[in-house]
């Protein structure tokens, strides 16, 4: 006689959890969903910052190049020019010494045309062009021209009058007072920069010193 087998009545069936213990359950499913868009949205809000404030850096350095190439561009154009005017047009009105007004236009000539020539053709030079550098004779001619520059101002500064006339005469220490004074300033700013590139160089020495030292 052949006998069914029956479940044994008193085993329960086993539990979701326990048959899949790594699947999340459905309201685990939403916090998890709901954690991760919320952290895409900070995400996204991060890197929002991120590409604004690398906007803004890029805008300050922008700018910050565009303000040095116009300071050394007026460097290298606008003060030769103001040389060349001031000098042409108080070219006789002098008399200490003629050769002040003269002085200017030429070292305003002679800086254009170096500052020029080096402003245009700077990226194309070679580095056999840059070991010639000291041989530049324009800028040998600009040096010698200097000094000159020197001896007539300078012998002169303390001697000029900017009265024309004297005694119904041409007065003889006459010089036009801002021809005589422009000079003088370009000379000590040239003075100056000297001065501030020397205590530059005495700093990255007594740097590279007190790094050797602490070496």
Not at 67 to 73: E, K, L, P, S
Not at 111 to 135: C, M, V
Not at 152 to 159: A, G, H, I, L, Q
Request: glycine fraction near 8%.
């Amino acid at each position: 006689m052949a006998s069914s087998e029956n479940p044994e009545s008193g085993d329960s069936p086993p539990s979701y959890s326990s048959l899949f213990p790594s699947k999340l359950r459905p309201n685990q499913i939403g916090r998890q969903l709901r954690r991760g868009f919320s952290f895409g949205q900070s995400e996204e809000g991060e890197t929002e910052s991120r590409t604004f404030s690398g906007l803004c850096k890029d805008c300050a350095t922008l700018c910050g190049v565009l303000g040095c190439a116009a300071f050394v561009i007026g460097m290298c154009l606008g003060i030769p020019i103001t040389m060349i005017v001031i000098g042409a047009i108080n070219l006789d009105a002098c008399e200490i010494e003629h050769l002040v007004p003269i002085w200017l236009v030429v070292m305003g000539v002679a800086q254009l045309i170096e500052g020029l020539f080096r402003l245009l053709y700077h990226g194309t030079r070679s580095d056999e062009d840059d070991n010639q550098a000291t041989k530049d004779p324009l800028a040998t001619f600009i040096f010698a021209w200097f000094i000159a520059g020197n001896v007539w101002v300078f012998s002169n500064w303390n001697e000029y009058s900017t009265e024309r006339m004297l005694n119904g005469k041409l007065n003889e220490n006459y010089c036009d007072d801002l021809t005589m004074k422009f000079s003088f300033g370009i000379m000590l700013s040239y003075y100056s920069l000297v001065g501030v590139f020397l205590l530059c160089i005495c700093a990255c020495c007594c740097i590279l010193a007190t790094d050797t030292d602490s070496n």
